[in-house]
């Protein structure tokens, strides 16, 4: 079926480095553009980076901005996110996340997130 | 930085009407969705390019957006409407998500 799962979330200290994937199903991945999506415990939704469909552009967050990565293997049919120099404010469930539309993309399919926690 | 408001908290009775608002400067020259997140779950589209509705949502839901405001309006509202919902808009190639609101069904 049509889906999106993540993997690769955990605990990690402050500095270190974290690379989530998310790997998807059920539909023509190298079409669509994708994004990470997080939120931090009992707090609102907060975008974190887009890539387009072949990967020619990607977009980032201020507050992740230098610090992570997003990329993606159109082959294997899996999006992934590195995060480096990782911080307490950080901590949080990513989801994986479809765009509908070309430009003003909406989030139309979401994974079921995998949780990041840093913390010493 | 772009920013988009929403209101903490609505109640609504059963059967009643339900109207969320979303505002952000000149927000109607933008294309504004809507999402509905229940505890424990992943966040669901509901309303996409200001009015538009995804295959399996309930026509009960339906959205506006003009001048500075986006609105989600839920009629006839169940209890299992009962959520968190997140307005969201793109803005200098950055997306932008409202603090979202609660919905009560009392």
């Known amino acids: 079926q049509v889906q999106l799962v993540e993997s690769g979330g955990g605990v990690v200290q402050p500095g270190r480095s974290l690379r989530l994937s998310c790997a998807a199903s059920?539909?023509?991945?190298?079409?669509?553009?994708m994004h990470w999506v997080r939120q931090a415990p009992g707090k609102g939704l907060e975008w974190v980076a887009i890539i387009w469909y072949d990967g020619s552009n990607k977009y980032y967050a201020d507050s992740v901005k230098g610090r992570f990565t997003i990329s993606r293997d159109n082959s294997k049919k899996t999006l992934y996110l590195q995060m480096n120099s990782l911080r307490a404010e950080d901590t949080a469930v990513y989801y994986c996340v479809r765009g509908g539309g070309v430009s003003d993309w909406y989030f139309d399919l979401w994974g079921r997130g995998t949780l990041v926690t840093v913390s010493s | 930085s772009y920013e988009l408001t929403q209101s903490p908290s609505v109640s609504v009775s059963p059967g009643e009407t339900a109207s969320i608002t979303c505002s952000g400067d000149?927000?109607?020259?933008?294309?504004a969705c809507w999402y509905q997140q229940k505890p424990g779950q992943s966040p669901v589209l509901v309303i996409y390019?200001?009015?538009k509705r995804p295959s399996g949502i309930p026509e009960r839901f339906s959205g506006s957006n003009s001048g500075n405001a986006a609105t989600l309006t839920i009629s006839g509202t169940q209890a299992m409407d009962e959520a968190d919902y997140y307005c969201?808009?793109?803005?200098?190639?950055?997306?932008?998500f409202g603090g979202g609101t609660k919905l009560t069904v009392l």
């Open positions: 000149k927000l109607g020259d933008k294309s």
């Open positions: 059920g539909f023509t991945f190298r079409n669509y553009g």
């Open positions: 390019q200001d009015t």
């Open positions: 969201q808009a793109w803005d200098s190639s950055t997306a932008v």
